[in-house]
T-cell receptor, first 114, second 114 residues
Framework: KNQVEQSPQSLIILEGKNCTLQ??????????LRWYKQDTGRGPVSLTI?????NTKSNGRYTATLDADTKQSSLHITASQLSDSASYIC?????????????FGAGTRLAVHP | KAGVTQTPRYLIKTRGQQVTLSCSPI?????VSWYQQTPGQGLQFLFE???????NKGNFPGRFSGRQFSNSRSEMNVSTLELGDSALYLC?????????????FGSGTRLTVV
């Protein structure tokens, strides 16, 4: 069964600190892996998107890595800011002959405290 | 350019009623996907429409249906509402079916069933 698991479930860090969020998936083969940021009550906003052949992708203070051999991805946030407080969702698109369907992780809820 | 617009933002319905939610994609986007988000289940895929045709469907009962119009706007209908249907309903648009170029989400419609 295709699954996407994220850890930790929640995380509290102090402003200015770095953190790393994990995503393990069993989806295979897959088309791409995406990280989204979702503020409370809003829709998810795309941070990064990586194909199976890419190892890393950056977007400002956000850096995503992908290890297709171990089926793991991580999202590293550097110099955290209060506005980084949100849920971060890992999403995998299985490659299914052209009709892709997103598989979502449950998300990691990040709280950045001053 | 305008983003994905979902209306209404908030809705309160009673059990047994039906509801219709609307989604206007980004201009030029022809794919619209619908998702249900609840605290317990996270984001779950409902269905995807492309060129007025349902291309993919998640594991939801037949009470959940949708359609897409020639201008790519989409509606989602839920009949015989149940308390468990209370959720944030998100739609996402993409240039092409399957979202190979990424999905852009709307802010969602918060449905409360009482």
């Amino acid at each position: 069964k295709n699954q996407v698991e994220q850890s930790p479930q929640s995380l509290i860090i102090l402003e200015g600190k770095n953190c790393t969020l994990q995503c393990n998936y069993t989806v295979s083969p897959f088309s791409n892996l995406r990280w989204y940021k979702q503020d409370t009550g809003r829709g998810p906003v795309s941070l990064t998107i990586m194909t199976f052949s890419e190892n890393t992708k950056s977007n400002g203070r956000y850096t995503a890595t992908l290890d297709a051999d171990t089926k793991q991805s991580s999202l590293h946030i550097t110099a955290s800011q209060l506005s980084d407080s949100a849920s971060y969702i890992c999403v995998v698109s299985p490659f299914s002959g052209g009709y892709n369907k997103l598989i979502f992780g449950a998300g990691t809820r990040l709280a950045v405290h001053p | 350019k305008a983003g994905v617009t979902q209306t209404p933002r908030y809705l309160i319905k009673t059990r047994g009623q039906q509801v219709t939610l609307s989604c206007s994609p980004i201009s030029g986007h022809r794919s619209v996907s619908w998702y249900q988000q609840t605290p317990g289940q996270g984001l779950q895929f409902l269905f995807e429409y492309f060129s007025e045709t349902q291309r993919n469907k998640g594991n939801f009962p037949g009470r959940f249906s949708g359609r897409q119009f020639s201008n790519s706007r989409s509606e989602m209908n839920v009949s015989t509402l149940e308390l468990g249907d209370s959720a944030l309903y998100l739609c996402a648009s993409s240039l092409a079916e399957g979202g190979p170029y990424g999905y852009t989400f709307g802010s969602g419609t918060r449905l409360t069933v009482v």
